[in-house]
């Protein structure tokens, strides 16, 4: 499944990644695997004390999904830059879904290099993530 | 508060080696399921050393300390007022397990919106490996809720 960089365009959507709902055992287990022990993500009485409803995911674990949404569409050594910004909280029950579409093809430094923006929502449409990848051919 | 005499701010360099058990643990973390980030010898067959550091790691990998949250305190923020705004990944060379990396992080700026309301904190970091190559380029901004 090798893309070329004629075959891409502009307006191109990658193949979605839906990702099963957020549990407690996810955000547990993305805790430990992770290193980020912030309480915030997995303990509820300290989350509650930081006035938030319930613990939530970690931004890093939704950019991580985002992260599998490109390396499923190219080999990740092609990936050269990878930003996002977190606009929303994402909380237990949100089944999200990362899209991703062709926005750009453009050389610099003698390299061929496909800009894709990317973005992670839930199962009502809220964007969670907007970010964008540099991937190069 | 956060106070701004912090921006230009160094911290100790910070180095950590990359485990096979750890990747294949983050790889399941994440539900990934291509088994080139578990399988050493799938990751071979696609032309890596051994198995390799998944885009997002290196924002882990830099946590591998005591108490990564400790230069909180020094600088203003506050573990249960902050979240994170932006996160990004510069990569230049690829990096696997059995990689030692070495991250080098300063505060860049250190901003606030709505009238202190809203504090901001960005942090850049150069992760070089155990060659003195230099792997990759990070910037992270967390944002302090202070309503």
Same mark, same amino acid.
């Given at each position: 499944?090798?893309?070329?960089?004629?075959?891409?365009?502009?307006?191109?959507?990658?193949?979605?990644?839906?990702?099963?709902?957020?549990? &407690?055992? #996810?955000?547990?287990? *993305?805790? /430990?695997?992770?290193?980020?022990?912030?309480?915030?993500? !997995? =303990?509820?009485?300290?989350?509650?004390?930081?006035?938030?409803?319930?613990?939530?995911?970690?931004?890093?674990?939704?950019?991580?999904?985002?992260?599998?949404?490109?390396?499923?569409?190219?080999?990740?050594?092609?990936?050269?830059?990878?930003?996002? &910004?977190? #606009?929303?909280?994402? *909380?237990? /029950?949100?089944?999200?879904?990362?899209?991703?579409?062709? !926005? =750009?093809?453009?050389?610099?430094?003698?390299?061929?290099?496909?800009?894709?923006?990317?973005?992670?929502?839930?199962?009502?449409?809220?964007?969670?993530?907007?970010?964008?990848?540099?991937?190069?051919? | 508060?956060?106070?701004?005499?912090?921006?230009?701010?160094?911290?100790?360099?910070?180095?950590?080696?990359?485990?096979?058990?750890?990747?294949?643990?983050?790889?399941?973390?994440?539900?990934?399921?291509?088994?080139?980030?578990?399988?050493?010898?799938?990751?071979?067959?696609?032309?890596?050393?051994?198995?390799?550091?998944?885009?997002?790691?290196?924002?882990?990998?830099?946590?591998?300390?005591?108490?990564?949250?400790?230069?909180?305190?020094?600088?203003?923020?506050?573990?249960?007022?902050?979240?994170?705004?932006?996160?990004?990944?510069?990569?230049?060379?690829?990096?696997?397990?059995?990689?030692?990396?070495?991250?080098?992080?300063?505060?860049?700026?250190?901003?606030?919106?709505?009238?202190?309301?809203?504090?901001?904190?960005?942090?850049?970091?150069?992760?070089?490996?155990?060659?003195?190559?230099?792997?990759?380029?990070?910037?992270?901004?967390?944002?302090?809720?202070?309503?």
């Amino acid at each position: 499944m090798s893309l070329s960089y004629d075959s891409i365009t502009v307006g191109q959507t990658l193949p979605p990644l839906k990702l099963p709902p957020v549990s &407690r055992t #996810t955000l547990a287990l *993305y805790c /430990g695997a992770s290193g980020d022990h912030n309480p915030i993500h !997995v =303990d509820i009485d300290f989350a509650r004390k930081a006035r938030m409803p319930d613990v939530f995911a970690h931004g890093m674990l939704s950019m991580a999904w985002l992260g599998r949404l490109l390396t499923g569409w190219v080999p990740q050594k092609q990936l050269r830059q990878f930003s996002v &910004r977190f #606009t929303g909280i994402t *909380y237990v /029950g949100n089944v999200i879904t990362c899209t991703g579409k062709v !926005v =750009d093809k453009f050389e610099r430094n003698g390299e061929r290099l496909v800009k894709v923006e990317v973005q992670s929502a839930n199962q009502y449409g809220d964007v969670k993530i907007l970010g964008d990848a540099l991937i190069a051919f | 508060m956060i106070d701004k005499k912090h921006i230009g701010k160094a911290f100790p360099p910070v180095t950590a080696e990359l485990e096979k058990g750890r990747l294949r643990f983050f790889a399941k973390a994440i539900g990934e399921t291509d088994p080139v980030y578990s399988d050493e010898a799938a990751a071979k067959a696609a032309g890596y050393r051994s198995l390799p550091m998944p885009p997002t790691f290196l924002f882990c990998l830099e946590m591998e300390q005591p108490d990564p949250y400790a230069w909180f305190g020094e600088v203003g923020l506050e573990l249960p007022k902050i979240l994170h705004g932006e996160q990004s990944f510069t990569y230049h060379l690829p990096a696997c397990a059995g990689d030692v990396l070495t991250f080098s992080s300063r505060i860049v700026d250190i901003y606030d919106k709505k009238k202190g309301a809203l504090e901001f904190m960005v942090k850049e970091t150069r992760v070089t490996n155990q060659n003195g190559e230099h792997i990759a380029d990070v910037r992270n901004v967390i944002v302090q809720r202070n309503a």
